[in-house]
Nanobody, 118 residues
Framework: QVQLVESGGGLVQAGGSLRLSCAAS????????MGWFRQAPGKEREFVAT????????YYADSVKGRFTISRDNAKNTVYLQMNSLKPEDTAVYYC???????????WGQGTQVTVSS
């Protein structure tokens, strides 16, 4: 079982910035990828960004390209999401996701609320 602890959400004005963090529990498994998804009220959960644990390659949703940056700290088993130029439409609960092991099992964090006021 992998536990993920997220932090860094909050309320910010449009144009502002926030940094989310997600730490994975004790490392007894191999991490394949970590990433972020979000779910706005009344909408389905959607992909935001992901990063490869081995080579650091990144992928972003078109809606956040150029504004959000995903990064990792392998030693701390932690992934970050730097969010700049935030817009009201970025308001959502942000969930951390990790894919581990040769079986590629995935786990989710509890979610952290990000609210962007106009």
């Amino acid at each position: 079982q992998v536990q993920l602890v997220e932090s860094g959400g909050g309320l910010v004005q449009a144009g502002g910035s926030l940094r989310l963090s997600c730490a994975a529990s004790r490392r007894t498994y191999s991490i394949y990828r970590m990433g972020w998804f979000r779910q706005a009220p009344g909408k389905e959960r959607e992909f935001v960004a992901t990063i490869s644990w081995s080579d650091g390659s990144t992928y972003y949703a078109d809606s956040v390209k150029g504004r959000f940056t995903i990064s990792r700290d392998n030693a701390k088993n932690t992934v970050y999401l730097q969010m700049n130029s935030l817009k009201p439409e970025d308001t959502a609960v942000y969930y951390c996701n990790v894919i581990v092991g040769p079986g590629r099992y995935d786990y989710w964090g509890q979610g952290t609320q990000v609210t962007v006021s106009s």
